[in-house]
Nanobody, 124 residues
Framework: QVQLVESGGGLVQAGDSLRLSCATS????????MGWFRQAPGKEREFVAR????????YYADSVKGRFTISRDNAKNTVYLQMNDLRVEDTAVYFC?????????????????WGQGTQVTVSS
């Protein structure tokens, strides 16, 4: 098991940037594929981005492609989500998640370790 703690959320205006962090502890961070999901009020949790165990293989939801960047620092046991050009529709609670499953994993059920979430609110 790995413990996940997100931080970096906040209230910003449309067009601004935020960087979310997810600090991990417990089992070796480097074995986990990491993902970011988000849940807006009244909506289901949705996939945002994921990254493999190495730093270079990332996959994004179409809604954030070109604006968000997921990265990881295995030395710091931390995964990041850099969010640029934020939009009102990006408002949600953002969750960090970890899985040992290989391949592009975009389903909530494919991740078995979750953080508590961090709120991101984008105003117009």
């Amino acid at each position: 098991q790995v413990q996940l703690v997100e931080s970096g959320g906040g209230l910003v205006q449309a067009g601004d940037s935020l960087r979310l962090s997810c600090a991990t502890s417990g089992r070796a961070f480097s074995v986990y594929r990491m993902g970011w999901f988000r849940q807006a009020p009244g909506k289901e949790r949705e996939f945002v981005a994921r990254i493999s165990t190495g730093p270079s293989t990332a996959y994004y939801a179409d809604s954030v492609k070109g604006r968000f960047t997921i990265s990881r620092d295995n030395a710091k046991n931390t995964v990041y989500l850099q969010m640029n050009d934020l939009r009102v529709e990006d408002t949600a609670v953002y969750f960090c998640a970890a899985t040992v499953l290989i391949g592009v994993r975009v389903k909530e059920s494919e991740y078995n370790n979750w953080g508590q979430g961090t709120q991101v609110t984008v105003s117009s």
